[in-house]
C-alpha cells in the first residue's frame, strides 16, 4: 500500500466529526504496524479473535492509553479471557452470551460495557440479533445489572449497492432511538458502532460514533 499510515489517517480524518471514534482493526496486522498507528495517534485497536487480541497486548503494553475492542463472534468458553482483555465488546450476539457475560462479570466484580450487535436484513452475516428477537430479549438484557449496555453494532450484508448500505445504517439508528424511547433501566443506547473501509462514509451520514476500519489503514489482509 502506497503511503504511510499517518498520510492515510489525513485523508480519513476530514470525514471523521471529531466526535466519532475511529477504531483501528488490527486483526492479522502486524505489532510494527500496529506501532505506526499509535505513534499516528490511534488509541483504538479492535480484533476479532481473543487470543490474537490477548498477545498483542502483552506485546504492546509499553504503550499507554490504548482501549481493546472485541468485533467478532465470542464463545461462551472464551468469555472470561475477553472479559480481562477487551474494554468494549462490540460483539454481544445472543442472549445466551450476554447472560454468560452478565454472570461472570459478577464473580470478577467488573462492569463490562458491552454493544448489541444486530442484523437489520435476515441474509446478513451468521451472527447478531434479528430485530424481533433483539426487542424481545430486552427486557431480559436489562435484567443484567453487571454490563453496561452502550448501544448497537451492525454490519451490513456484502455486496449491497450504497442506497441499501445506507438503509441499514438508518434503519440501525432508528432501532437505537426506538429502544432508547423505551426507557430501560440498564441499557443505554448512546453508541452506534458501523461502517467499514468501504463504506464508513455513510455510517458517519446515519449517525455512527465508531467506525471500525481495517483495510483502508493496513492495507489488503493476506487471508
Ligand atoms: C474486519 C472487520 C472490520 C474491518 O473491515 P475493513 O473492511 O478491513 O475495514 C470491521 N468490523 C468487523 C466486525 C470486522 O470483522
Not at 482493526?25 to 487470543?51: C, H, P, W
Request: glycine fraction near 6%.
Amino acid at each position: 500500500m502506497i503511503g504511510s499510515i499517518a498520510q492515510r489517517l489525513d485523508e480519513i480524518r476530514p470525514h471523521l466529526p471529531a466526535s466519532v471514534r475511529l477504531i483501528a482493526v488490527t486483526k492479522q496486522v502486524s505489532l510494527e504496524a500496529m506501532r505506526a498507528a499509535y505513534a499516528a495517534g490511534i488509541r483504538d485497536f479492535g480484533e476479532n479473535r481473543v487470543q490474537e487480541a490477548e498477545f498483542k497486548k502483552a506485546q504492546l503494553q509499553d504503550l499507554p492509553g490504548i482501549a481493546w475492542h472485541l468485533i467478532g463472534h465470542l464463545q461462551t468458553n472464551k468469555a472470561r479471557k475477553a472479559l480481562e482483555i477487551f474494554d468494549l465488546i462490540h460483539s454481544v450476539d445472543s442472549l445466551k452470551i450476554a447472560l454468560h457475560l452478565d454472570e461472570i462479570a459478577q464473580k470478577l466484580d467488573s462492569q463490562p460495557q458491552i454493544l448489541l450487535q444486530v442484523k437489520l436484513l435476515t441474509d446478513a452475516n451468521k451472527y447478531g440479533w434479528i430485530v424481533p428477537n433483539l426487542l424481545s430479549h430486552l427486557a431480559a438484557l436489562d435484567r443484567c445489572p453487571n454490563l453496561k449496555i452502550q448501544g448497537l453494532m451492525t454490519i451490513p450484508p456484502l455486496g449491497l449497492d450504497s442506497l441499501k448500505t445506507l438503509a441499514v445504517f438508518e434503519q440501525t439508528r432508528d432501532l437505537a432511538d426506538r429502544i432508547r424511547q423505551q426507557n430501560w433501566f440498564n441499557i443505554r443506547m448512546q453508541e452506534l458502532s458501523m461502517g467499514m473501509s468501504d463504506d464508513y462514509r455513510l455510517a458517519v451520514k446515519a449517525g455512527a460514533t465508531m467506525v471500525r476500519l481495517g483495510r483502508i489503514l493496513f492495507g489488503e489482509r493476506t487471508v
